[in-house]
C-alpha cells in the first residue's frame, strides 16, 4: 500500500516533468521561482527605500512554493480531464485520498526546496543575516507552511471539477496571496475585512512566524505555527470532503463535471 | 487584400483570446490585483509614483502578461488545433497572418492599461496627471510598435518548439523585472543594465514615464524614441531571418511539427 503510494507519486512526477530536460527543470522549480523572488524584493528596495529585505526575502521564499503547490496540484483534476483519465479514477475502486495526496508528494517537496533555496540566494544577494536565527525552527516553519499550502492546493484542484477556467482560478488565487499573505507589505496596511481574510488563506501565519524567529522575542511563534498546522489540515478535510461529495454526483448523474 | 486580411485576423484574433480564461485572467483580473499589490508597496513612497510607477507599472505587467501568454503561444495553439498547416500554407501568407493576430492582442490588451488606471482612481483616488499628453500618446504608440515587434521575435522562436509553455512561463518575470516596469532600471547592478539597455521595451517605458511627468529636454525625450525605433527595427530585421530560416526548414523537413 505504502509502496504503492511512492510509486504513484512518483508516476505522477515523472507524468509532469518528462518532456523537459533537467536543466529545463531545474529552470521551471527553481530558476523562475527565485526571479520572481529577486523582482519583488527589488520593488521592496525601491518602494520602501530600504536596503534591509529580511521581511521581504521571507515573504517571497515562501511564496515561491506557490508554483509548485498551487499551480501544480490546482491543475491536476484539469489534466486528468484533458488525457482522459477521469474516469479510470471516479470509477475505480480504491481510496481517492492516497491518490489525491501522492500527487501532491512530489509538489510538496520541490516547494520545500525551491523556498529553501529562496532563503539561501536571499541570504547570498541581499545580505540577509541568519545567525542568530533557530535553523531546526526556521526549517519546521517551512515544513508547516508546506503542508498547509499543500492542502490549500488540492482544495483548488477541485474546483477542476466545477469549473473548465482553472488557469483563471489559479492566477488569481496567487494574486490574492501576494496581496493578504503579508509577503510583500505589512498587514496591518489592510482595512479589517483583509486583515480578516489573510488569516483565513494559508502562509500568512507562518511567514509572521518566520519573521519572529528574526526577533529577540520569538512571543506568538507557537500558536502561529499551531494556526498554520490548522489551517491546512482544515484545507485537508475541506479537499477530502469535496471530492467525495463530486464523485458522488458522478456517480448519480453519470457524468465528470459539474459545470 | 493584405489589408482585409489583416483586419479580419485582428478581430478573430481578439474574439479567440478574450474566451480563452488566461487571456482574461492577464487582461482584467492581473491589472487589478497588481495595482492594488503595488499601490500598498508604494504607499509610502510619495504621490509622484503612483501614476508612474503604481498604474504604468501595474498595466504595463498587465499588457506583457497577456503577450507572453497569447501571442507567444498562438502558433502553438494553431498547432494544437490542427490549423498550423493551413495557415502556412495559405496564400495570404503566414507572416502576415501571425502579425495580424499578434497586432490583435496587443491592442486588445492595452484595455489592461486602461483598466489598471481606473482601479487606481476608483479605489485609491490616485490623481490624474499627464504632464506632456501629446508626448504620451506618441511614446504610447511608439511602445505598442515595440510590443508587436517583439513578439513576433517571440512568436518565431517559438514556432517549432515544444516546450513552448515553459519558454512562455519563464519570459513574464524577468523582462518585467530588466526593463523596469515597475522601478527604475539604474537601481540594477550596472552589468544586468547593459542588459537592459539592448531591450527596446526599457526606452518605450521611460519614455512614457518621461511624458508622464513632463517632458523638460525634449533633445533627450527623441533621443529615446530614436534609439527605441533603432532597436525595434533590429528586433524586426531578426524576426524577418528568423522567418525565412524557418520556412526553409519546414519546407525542406515537409513538416510544421515541434522539434
Given amino acids: 500500500m505504502i509502496r504503492r503510494f511512492f510509486h504513484q507519486a512518483y508516476l505522477y512526477h515523472k507524468g509532469r516533468s518528462a518532456a523537459f530536460h533537467a536543466e529545463e527543470f531545474i529552470l521551471m522549480q ?31 521564499s515562501f511564496l515561491l512554493c506557490t508554483h509548485a503547490c498551487i499551480f501544480g496540484l490546482g491543475i491536476v483534476f484539469d489534466s486528468e480531464r484533458y488525457f482522459g483519465r477521469l474516469r479510470s479514477i471516479l470509477s475505480a475502486p480504491c481510496k481517492k485520498l492516497p491518490l489525491i495526496l501522492a500527487n501532491g508528494l512530489y509538489s510538496a517537496l520541490f516547494a520545500m526546496c525551491a523556498s529553501g533555496f529562496g532563503f539561501l540566494v536571499g541570504s547570498l544577494v541581499f545580505g540577509v543575516d541568519f545567525t542568530g536565527v533557530n535553523l531546526a525552527l526556521a526549517a519546521l516553519t517551512i515544513v508547516c507552511a508546506m503542508f498547509s499550502a499543500t492542502c490549500f ?23 490574492l496571496l501576494m496581496i493578504f499573505t503579508g509577503a510583500e507589505f505589512p498587514l496591518s496596511q489592510l482595512p479589517a475585512a483583509g486583515q480578516l481574510l489573510a488569516q483565513i488563506l494559508p502562509l500568512t501565519k507562518s511567514i509572521a512566524a518566520m519573521n519572529l524567529l528574526f526577533c529577540p522575542d520569538r512571543g506568538n511563534f507557537w500558536p502561529l505555527l499551531a494556526g498554520e498546522l490548522a489551517t491546512g489540515a482544515v484545507y485537508a478535510l475541506l479537499a477530502w470532503g469535496f471530492f467525495g461529495f463530486v464523485e458522488r454526483c458522478a456517480r448519480r448523474t453519470g457524468k465528470f463535471d459539474l459545470f | 487584400m493584405k489589408l482585409a486580411v489583416l483586419y479580419s485576423t485582428m478581430v478573430l484574433q481578439m474574439k479567440k483570446s478574450f474566451v480563452r480564461p488566461m487571456f482574461r485572467f492577464c487582461l482584467l483580473a492581473n491589472p487589478i490585483l497588481n495595482t492594488i499589490l503595488l499601490y500598498e508597496m508604494f504607499r509610502t513612497a510619495g504621490e509622484e509614483s503612483f501614476l508612474a510607477y503604481v498604474v504604468l507599472g501595474a498595466g504595463l505587467m498587465g499588457l506583457w502578461s497577456c503577450i507572453c501568454f497569447s501571442s507567444a503561444g498562438d502558433i502553438n495553439r494553431e498547432r494544437y488545433s490542427g490549423t498550423l498547416a493551413l495557415i502556412f500554407a495559405t496564400p495570404a501568407s503566414f507572416p502576415l497572418i501571425i502579425l495580424g493576430k499578434i497586432i490583435g492582442n496587443t491592442l486588445l490588451s492595452l484595455l489592461s492599461l486602461l483598466i489598471s488606471l481606473v482601479t487606481a482612481v476608483l479605489l485609491f483616488r490616485v490623481p490624474l496627471s499627464i504632464g506632456s ?59 544586468v543594465q547593459a542588459l537592459s539597455r539592448a531591450l527596446s521595451p526599457t526606452y518605450a517605458i521611460e ?53
Fill in chain 1, 30 to 60: 527553481l530558476g523562475y521561482p527565485l526571479i520572481s523572488l529577486i523582482f519583488y524584493c527589488l520593488i521592496a528596495s525601491y518602494s520602501f527605500r530600504t536596503d534591509n529585505l529580511t521581511a521581504w526575502i521571507i515573504g517571497n
Fill in chain 1, 153 to 175: 492546493g488540492l482544495l483548488l484542484a477541485m474546483f477542476g471539477m466545477i469549473s473548465d477556467s482553472m488557469h483563471f482560478i489559479l492566477n488569481l488565487v496567487n494574486g
Fill in chain 2, 133 to 191: 499628453p501629446l508626448l504620451f500618446l506618441a511614446a504610447l504608440a511608439g511602445t505598442v510598435t515595440c510590443f508587436v515587434v517583439i513578439s513576433s521575435v517571440i512568436a518565431c522562436l517559438l514556432t517549432l518548439s515544444r516546450k513552448t509553455e515553459l519558454y512562455m512561463n519563464c519570459l513574464e518575470i524577468p523582462i518585467i523585472l530588466l526593463c523596469g516596469f515597475v522601478f527604475p532600471v539604474s537601481i540594477l547592478p550596472p552589468a
Fill in chain 2, 207 to 259: 519614455l512614457l514615464r518621461m511624458s508622464l511627468y513632463g517632458v523638460t529636454d525634449l533633445r533627450l525625450f527623441w533621443e529615446k524614441f530614436g534609439i527605441m525605433l533603432a532597436i525595434t527595427a533590429l528586433y524586426a530585421i531578426l524576426s524577418g531571418l528568423l522567418y525565412r530560416r524557418i520556412d526553409r526548414r519546414v519546407r525542406i523537413a515537409a513538416t510544421l511539427e515541434v522539434a
